[in-house]
């Protein structure tokens, strides 16, 4: 039988593959998210996201300078703040000697040239576990604007390189930038949870946090009046659209496996970079099927990582990071 286009003859070895292989996936691709707790010397496991810890501000410097050895990069920052520091407004958030802004100094401090991307939202400093104030029973999108760009002014006099707004609310981006540029921080970027869907697959993360929506009937019970719909995709072009206008320097796409569609079509008509999350839900789902013996736990964090790169990621979050960094330096 005479074929002569066989696509078979670039796949004989892993030498010829690795040669025609079109998507490289190496450290620099990866932001490790942190948990950071009060107190010293301590480190608690997260039941639900096997391998992931809360770290008192000690452990999370040196947890920092090990993932810079391993040749990661950058860290999403986020505080699990204490119930008597919550209240409607958020004002810890602000705290010049807030924990989050006392974490940013000291792994500044310890790895200057590691990026610290700071997440900017109100959800676990809110009595409420919603990422804006509410007012009259609703989230008042104008009011957490201004709490949003106090965090973000505190934030970058503490040392932040890249501010990471995750509350979607409408015009933040612009207030941000304006206040950023008002203030001299000319130089800290922002990259704007653009198209962040309100997701079942976020809930290891709110438990790591303790900052899921409370149960209260005079206020709203989920994220859906300002996170995305996720049988909308036409929506997000036009998030995106609307944060880059006001300032945005990256864009966030978020869950990342089961939104890969929206992740290539906003690849498609953008050339900022673009992140993509992948999310607390997805991990725990690989590790729970790794952990049963379903798939193979290096092969599946390995390929599920490509796979985001490969639909346009340039920068992904991942809590796989470090054990990704060593599987690709083994």
């Given at each position: 039988m005479i074929?002569?286009?066989?696509?078979?003859?670039?796949?004989?070895?892993?030498?010829?593959r690795s040669l025609?292989?079109?998507?490289?996936?190496?450290?620099?691709?990866?932001?490790?998210?942190?948990?950071?707790?009060e107190g010293s010397g301590k480190k608690e496991a997260i039941p639900t996201m096997p391998g992931i810890f809360r770290r008192s501000l000690d452990l999370t410097v040196l947890e920092c300078k090990e993932l810079f050895s391993l040749g990661i990069k950058a860290v999403n920052l986020y505080m699990k703040v204490s119930e008597n520091l919550k209240d409607n407004t958020g004002k810890e958030s602000w705290n010049s000697n807030g924990l989050m802004q006392n974490t940013i100094k000291a792994i500044k401090d310890a790895v200057p040239e590691m990026v610290i991307m700071p997440d900017v939202a109100l959800d676990p400093y809110s009595i409420?576990?919603?990422?804006?104030?509410?007012?009259?029973?609703?989230i008042d999108n104008d009011l957490t604007n201004d709490a949003l760009v106090k965090m973000s002014i505190s934030l970058a006099e503490a040392g932040a390189d890249i501010l990471a707004p995750s509350d979607m609310m409408d015009g933040?981006?612009?207030?941000?930038?304006?206040?950023?540029?008002?203030?001299?921080?000319?130089?800290?970027?922002?990259?704007?949870?653009?198209?962040?869907?309100?997701?079942?697959?976020?809930?290891?993360?709110?438990?790591?946090?303790?900052?899921?929506?409370v149960d209260n009937k005079d206020i709203p019970k989920d994220k859906k009046t300002y996170q995305m719909d996720f049988h909308n995709s036409r929506e997000a072009l036009d998030e995106v659209?609307?944060?880059?206008?006001?300032?945005a320097d990256i864009i966030m796409i978020k869950p990342g496996m089961p939104y890969l569609d929206i992740v290539s079509k906003v690849r498609e008509a953008i050339d900022l970079p673009i992140a993509v999350y992948n999310v607390?839900?997805?991990?725990?789902?690989?590790?729970?099927?790794?952990?049963?013996?379903?798939i193979d736990n290096d092969k599946a964090i390995i390929e599920s990582l490509t796979c985001i790169k490969r639909a346009g990621a340039d920068l992904i979050f991942t809590y796989a990071a470090k054990e990704a960094a060593v599987l690709l330096q083994s």
């Amino acid at each position: 039988m005479i074929i002569y286009s066989r696509n078979r003859r670039l796949r004989v070895s892993q030498t010829l593959r690795s040669l025609v292989q079109e998507t490289v996936l190496t450290t620099n691709d990866f932001v490790m998210p942190i948990f950071v707790m009060e107190g010293s010397g301590k480190k608690e496991a997260i039941p639900t996201m096997p391998g992931i810890f809360r770290r008192s501000l000690d452990l999370t410097v040196l947890e920092c300078k090990e993932l810079f050895s391993l040749g990661i990069k950058a860290v999403n920052l986020y505080m699990k703040v204490s119930e008597n520091l919550k209240d409607n407004t958020g004002k810890e958030s602000w705290n010049s000697n807030g924990l989050m802004q006392n974490t940013i100094k000291a792994i500044k401090d310890a790895v200057p040239e590691m990026v610290i991307m700071p997440d900017v939202a109100l959800d676990p400093y809110s009595i409420f576990g919603h990422d804006g104030i509410i007012k009259e029973g609703k989230i008042d999108n104008d009011l957490t604007n201004d709490a949003l760009v106090k965090m973000s002014i505190s934030l970058a006099e503490a040392g932040a390189d890249i501010l990471a707004p995750s509350d979607m609310m409408d015009g933040r981006v612009l207030a941000m930038r304006t206040a950023l540029e008002e203030n001299n921080f000319t130089d800290v970027g922002i990259l704007s949870y653009a198209a962040k869907y309100a997701s079942s697959f976020y809930g290891p993360f709110r438990s790591a946090l303790d900052s899921a929506p409370v149960d209260n009937k005079d206020i709203p019970k989920d994220k859906k009046t300002y996170q995305m719909d996720f049988h909308n995709s036409r929506e997000a072009l036009d998030e995106v659209y609307k944060d880059i206008s006001e300032g945005a320097d990256i864009i966030m796409i978020k869950p990342g496996m089961p939104y890969l569609d929206i992740v290539s079509k906003v690849r498609e008509a953008i050339d900022l970079p673009i992140a993509v999350y992948n999310v607390s839900g997805e991990y725990a789902m690989l590790k729970a099927a790794a952990q049963n013996g379903w798939i193979d736990n290096d092969k599946a964090i390995i390929e599920s990582l490509t796979c985001i790169k490969r639909a346009g990621a340039d920068l992904i979050f991942t809590y796989a990071a470090k054990e990704a960094a060593v599987l690709l330096q083994s």
